[in-house]
């Protein structure tokens, strides 16, 4: 059970918006420690989506969006794709455990 | 290009020891924190630590100190996880991936990845 707490599944449409939430607490999300998502595709290595809360690396589409407020994180994908699928999963530190904590991770099912 | 290329899949039985790799090539391996990352079959991704090869400052997760240990190479720009003696339950696989602040920054590029198998 992680501290970081994300919706075992989100689904939707092909063209439609999602959003994967992630719960944390006063000791890591809500301390301002920075948010990071990973995108997972079956077989293959994470990927970095999204880095310290709302920034996309060089090459993500920005159909991909971060957000942040008080202790929870949201990835947001807009328009989505059947490559979208994949498990996805948010990343911080926690002062408390005084370590790096991932979410279980969200299996993204484009229907 | 920025490469993380890691060694190759293992079938070990328990109580044997065990060395895997991380062969990194395109930017400055000492100044950057190379860290370790497990996911077990069926389960989500789990940090393990890093390590600062520019001075050798290790950081382990809680769960996994004692467990496993992380070194660097740095005149082969080479990470490694060990252990000395495997169980059952290190099956997984086990990523490598580059980060620049340490235990608050992400994991900007990651490893292909090394399945480790631990059966009698």
């Known amino acids: 059970q992680s501290v970081l707490t994300q919706p075992p599944s989100v689904s939707g449409a092909p063209g439609q918006r999602v959003t994967i939430s992630c719960t944390g607490s006063?000791?890591?999300?809500?301390?301002?420690?920075?948010v990071h998502w990973y995108e997972q595709i079956p077989g293959r290595a994470p990927k970095l989506l999204i880095y310290a809360n709302i920034n996309r690396p060089s090459g993500v589409p920005d159909r991909f969006s971060g957000s942040k407020s008080g202790t929870s994180a949201s990835l947001a994908i807009s328009g989505l794709q059947a490559e979208d699928e994949a498990d996805y999963y948010c990343q911080a530190y926690d002062s408390s455990l005084r370590d790096v904590v991932f979410g279980g991770g969200t299996k993204l099912t484009v229907l | 290009e920025v490469q993380l290329v890691q060694s190759g899949a293992e079938v070990k039985k328990p109580g044997e020891s065990l060395k895997i790799s991380c062969k990194c090539s395109g930017y400055s391996f000492a100044t950057y924190w190379l860290g370790w990352v497990r996911r077990m079959p069926g389960k989500g991704l789990e940090w393990m630590g890093i390590i600062y090869p520019g001075d050798s400052d290790t950081r382990y997760s809680p769960p996994f100190q004692g467990q496993v240990t992380i070194s660097g190479d740095n005149s082969i720009n080479t990470a490694y996880l060990q252990w000395s003696s495997l169980k059952a339950s290190d099956t997984a696989m086990y990523y490598c991936?580059?980060?620049?602040?340490?235990?608050?920054?992400?994991?900007?590029?990651w490893g292909q990845g090394t399945m480790v198998t631990v059966s009698s």
């Open positions: 991936a580059r980060t620049r602040a340490g235990t608050t920054s992400a994991f900007d590029i």
């Open positions: 006063s000791s890591n999300i809500g301390a301002g420690y920075d």
